[in-house]
């Protein structure tokens, strides 16, 4: 992603919003920590059926999950109220991936988390909620990689942690695996 000048962020930026400064000053902060997010202003819907130009921050956040470093793709969602109220977060897979559902994320993809349900400003801000999901996320990923291509063509697919408690393998002659051959990780 590309460095974007405050100056820029200030043009982007639609003047709605109540506290400027602050919210330029946060997305600022962020954008020189996570070089994988970018400012974007695009249409958001609520679920009430109204539409607002709202600013995010899109693009990826980092996490570890077993010595291994993921990018979870997200989006959040700063409301022109904020930092008065919490940022409307979620995931934004690829065609490749499905949502993992658990008590942080639900099956749309909505990041659910106790720091956003106890958003208070000024302790809370938008660095901090990234450390939160970078934590969160390395103990429960929110997102999975699809098994089988095919299935990727169509919408990302919500799924819970329990559907991977175990993996099927198919053997190459088409015959059953015996039970003293079978692994339940």
């Known amino acids: 992603m590309t460095i974007t000048p405050v100056r820029d962020l200030r043009r982007k930026l639609p003047k709605t919003y109540a506290h400027r400064r602050k919210v330029l000053s946060e997305i600022s902060t962020v954008l020189s920590q996570h070089r994988f997010l970018e400012p974007v202003l695009e249409r958001f819907v609520f679920n009430d059926g109204t539409a607002k130009n709202l600013m995010s921050l899109t693009g990826t956040i980092e996490m570890f999950f077993k010595g291994n470093r993921y990018n979870i793709p997200v989006r959040l969602w700063l409301k022109e109220s904020y930092p008065h109220t919490a940022p409307l977060c979620y995931l934004k897979p690829t065609r490749e991936m499905m949502v993992v559902t658990s008590k942080y994320v639900n099956s749309n993809g909505e990041i ?22 970078m934590t969160v996320f390395s103990e429960v990923p929110p997102l999975r990689m699809c098994l089988d291509l095919e299935d990727s ?23 059953p695996y015996s039970e003293h051959n079978e692994t339940i990780c």
């Open 153 to 175: 063509s169509s919408a990302p697919k919500a799924h819970t942690l329990e559907e991977f408690s175990h993996v099927t393998l198919d053997r190459e002659d088409d015959l």
């Open 112 to 133: 659910l988390m106790p720091y956003l349900d106890e958003w208070r400003h000024p302790q809370c801000d938008l660095h901090g909620l990234i450390q939160v999901m």
